[in-house]
């Protein structure tokens, strides 16, 4: 039997019409606004969008089960386009002498780091690896999230990492969009030549991500590993940090890769290249917060030179422990400098162009899955004002409620 589903009398819907590409410059700021706007979905899909008068009169949504949106924004599902749900536990010893003022090379002598975080991967039962991944996916969602990109690179070595890509091939049962990507963090001199066409041929991995920093690959090393990946069919990804942040950067585009991230360093040349090309440059304001570094990426530079943006949480138990995309929006507000439209365009449209997906979700359009957002709040620009405040009030994905908040009960008086 088919579900119909009305979502009626927005204050603001968000659609997020616009171009088929990534949004950049001026664009990144239009949110296609409806005013008493209204969502008609049937079978898990949206079929009309436009104000609520209009499609409350429409044969469709005559019996239509209704969601009453009145004095309300409702908004595409948050796209996070950077983060690993298969983390392990946290890292909170870690994270207390990282406050204490310890070096990473002392936490790491003191038995934490990256190597410990490998170690409990490798100690977890592979249930119990998909138990902490589910928690990290259900904050996500509760959070507004309904797409997600999961990355490996915490496993280390090849048994941790397919066991981790093992861990979100099980998840993709659930009803939300989970992209997996294989991030490679090391180079013996036969990476890739073995694992990568098993993570293919067992479908663990879409996409494949080279980290260029040191102590990992260099722009060569890894020109060399997504070549292999390309000729498989794997969609690429570059991390790019330190000193050879703009030799990756240049790499990356040459490759045609479909994002790059860790921006910290970029320099108006490497904006200038990036707005000439579809490469989404993904944002991780969240990453800075934690490490309390204070060395944000350069939003504003990137989105005045023409260069599409998007912004994730970058999910980490070490670097980043909030799944929150709504605290991201506000980082990216007050210490990127980016306004609320732009910063909700990245984390929506635009990442879902970092994922490959923008042609089923990201904004609210026909045809396009039916991934919703309905917050408590009747304008928009207080989505990054309450900072640290989960404002949503309903989340669906592909047309189903998952996440529904009811009021407080206050005990009688």
Known sequence: MRKVTLVRGARQLLTLRGPSGPRRGADLRNLGIIQDGAVLIADGLIREVG??????????????????????????????????????????????????????????????????A???????????????????????????????????????????EVKILRVYAGLRALPVTLVSTFLATRVPPEFGERLLPMLRRRKLAEFAEARCEEGAFTPAQACRYLGLARELGLGLK????????????????????????????????????????????????GTAFHSGTERYPPARMLIDNGAAVALATGYHPYDCPSQNMQMTIALACRTLQMTAAEAIAASTINAAHGLGRAASIGSIEAGKSADLLMLSVPDYRELPYHFGVNLVDLVTSRGAVLVERSGVKWPVR
Do not use: W
């Open 51 to 116: 104000s609520s008068r209009r499609l409350e009169n429409l044969a469709l949504a005559r019996g239509a089960e209704e969601i009453d949106a009145s004095g309300r924004v409702v908004m595409p599902g948050f796209v996070d386009s950077h983060a690993h749900l298969a983390g392990g536990p946290a890292r909170v010893s870690d994270y207390q002498m990282r406050l204490g003022g310890a070096t990473e090379e002392q936490i790491t002598h003191a038995g934490g780091g990256a190597l410990a």
């Open 118 to 160: 490998a170690r409990a991967i490798h100690e977890l039962s592979p249930r119990a690896l998909e138990t902490l991944a589910l928690r990290a996916l259900e904050e996500a969602v509760r959070h507004g999230t309904t797409a997600l990109e999961a990355k490996s690179g915490l496993g280390i070595t090849d048994a941790g």
């Open 238 to 285: 570059v991390s790019a940090k330190q000193r050879l942040h703009s030799e990756a950067i240049a790499m990356a585009l040459e490759m045609g890769a479909i994002s790059v991230s860790g921006l910290v360093d970029a320099s108006e040349r490497d904006a200038l290249l990036l707005a000439r090309c579809e490469t989404i440059a993904t944002l991780l304001p």
